[in-house]
């Protein structure tokens, strides 16, 4: 029983709940070497201890870790190797190890910590490194949402300075995005008062990527009718089907007009560290700032993201402040002077514990692995006489497909409908997009646990199922 000393304390069950986690988590990532042929659906049992109410008083820590191992093992896991929807992670061991000790310690990144905020740098150095940006600076962020923001909040200062201060009366913001950018941009225009309709949705190319001919024309009339462009933001690769926008052209753009250029990467900017992707991330030394969101192709667990910008001065421009409760010691900037958040977790712990135990060199072997993976299951598909892929190679490792069965006289609804088969069935999951107006499932492969064996069983799957929902509305 809890220590009654302490009532907030495990007192003398600490050895016993800890051993009894190591032994769920140990299960876990053992069941997570292969895939499961079905999803585990929650116990009526289950569903009726998750609708009791409060408990007033405690019970064994033992059966309460039981419990919490039952409700996940009941959930969704995007560590499992056949996770294949939007953009999922890994989970990967020592990173949930080094959130069990940052979370234990509850370090408090908003200040200097100590040799935590020098590991929070040095895991901002290697970060960049990795992907070649050459960052002066950087912060650890909860999310690729965040990240965008902080970067768009830095370039907004330097279009318009002072504008922290004055507002954004009489000025007339604009920001630069593929029609494919993710929404978070549109978000970040919305919450810096830029203005969801002053987002100019650039038009994208055969490969979906933004045009720069079409960008430098927007921003010459744009200039021209009195707006102050704010930034231009590259999407490499794109959530819907990981299109990596042309940066050293729109870094030609950007820097003709004076324009901050962004790139979101937050899904595939690390793939600029696998040799066989690399030149798709020409320009990215060029770039102003980077959104790299590690807790989706750098396997680490939820939330982790960085946002890493070239200029020293940019993120304190916007983010610097005195107030009486956060004494700047020595006259050095604390970490809220640089970041959207105060309380900060130790993030950055688990993105150094990845490249301190694997090395880099595996880092991107893994994102390698997941890329042939993409490449595999596009050709897989040409010779599948039932499936259908887009025009062009996948960039990335998104590859949408589509079941078209001769006869069917709804093909997108059919397709929605296999979609929702699949996820019952259980032996893969995938997530359906709308791309063109149809409806394309859309399997992404960002985790490391991911066999070519699970790339051809959500084929086979995809083939079984599809062919027999055809017949319900042939
Ligand atoms: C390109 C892109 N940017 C930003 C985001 C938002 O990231 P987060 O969910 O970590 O806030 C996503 C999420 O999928 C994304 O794909």
């Not at 003398?12 to 769920?24: F, I």
């Not at 949930?96 to 901002?124: C, F, I, K, P, R």
């Not at 009339?221 to 299109?243: E, I, K, N, Q, S």
Request: glycine share 6%; aromatic share 8%.
């Amino acid at each position: 029983m809890v220590d009654t000393e302490n009532g907030l304390s495990l007192g003398d069950q600490r050895e016993a709940a800890l051993t009894r986690t190591a032994r769920h988590v140990l299960a876990a990532w053992r069941e997570f070497d292969t895939a499961r042929e079905h999803e585990s659906a929650p116990s009526a049992a289950l569903h009726r201890f998750l609708a009791s109410d409060l408990p007033r008083g405690g019970s064994d820590v033992l059966g309460v870790i039981d419990q919490a191992a039952e409700v996940l093992d009941s959930s969704l896991a995007q560590s499992r190797p056949r996770y294949f929807a939007f953009i999922g992670s890994s989970g990967l061991e020592v990173g949930a190890l080094a959130d069990l000790l940052a979370h234990s310690y509850d370090t408090n990144l908003a200040v200097d910590a100590g040799a935590a905020t020098e590991l929070e740098w040095q895991a901002v150095k290697w970060l960049a490194e990795f992907i070649g940006f050459p960052a002066q600076t950087g912060t650890f962020t909860s999310g690729g949402t965040i990240s965008n923001i902080t970067a768009l909040a830095s370039a907004r200062e330097a279009a318009l300075p002072g504008a922290r201060e004055r507002g954004l009366a009489g000025a007339r913001p604009t920001l630069y995005c593929s029609t494919e950018a993710h929404y978070s941009i549109t978000r970040a225009a919305e919450v810096l008062g830029i203005g969801s309709a002053h987002v100019r949705g650039i038009d994208i190319d055969a490969q979906r990527r933004m045009r720069a001919d079409v960008l430098r024309e927007h921003l010459r009339r744009d200039l021209a009718d009195g707006y102050t462009p704010v930034a231009v933001v590259a999407t490499t690769g794109t959530t819907l089907t990981g299109a990596v926008d042309p940066i050293d052209q729109l870094a030609d753009v950007a820097q003709e007009f004076g324009v901050w250029l962004h790139v979101d990467g937050a899904y595939g900017v690390p793939a600029a560290a696998a040799v066989s992707r690399a030149h798709l991330f020409r320009g990215l030394e060029r770039v102003d700032s980077v959104t790299v969101d590690c807790h989706k192709w750098m396997f680490v667990p939820k939330a982790c993201s960085a946002v890493l910008v070239r200029d020293a001065a940019s993120l304190a421009k916007v983010f610097a402040h005195d107030e009486a409760y956060m004494p700047h010691a020595g006259g050095h900037y604390n970490a809220v002077d640089i970041t959207l958040e105060y309380s900060r977790p130790f993030r950055a712990l688990k993105l150094w514990m990845l490249f301190a135990t694997h090395g880099a060199n595996a880092v991107s072997e893994a994102i390698e692995r997941n890329c042939r993976q993409a490449q595999t299951l596009y050709e897989w598909i040409q010779d599948r006489p039932l499936m259908e892929s887009l025009p062009s190679r996948p960039q990335l490792s998104i590859v949408p497909l589509r079941v078209v069965v001769e006869g069917c006289a709804d093909p997108d609804r059919h397709n929605d409908e296999l979609c929702a088969a699949i996820q019952r069935d259980g032996r893969v999951y995938v997530s359906p997009a709308t791309i063109d107006g149809h409806v394309w499932l859309r399997p992404c492969f960002t985790n490391f646990r991911t066999t070519s064996r699970d790339v051809e069983t959500l084929l086979d799957v995809a083939e079984e199922l599809g062919a027999s929902c055809a017949s319900l509305h042939r």
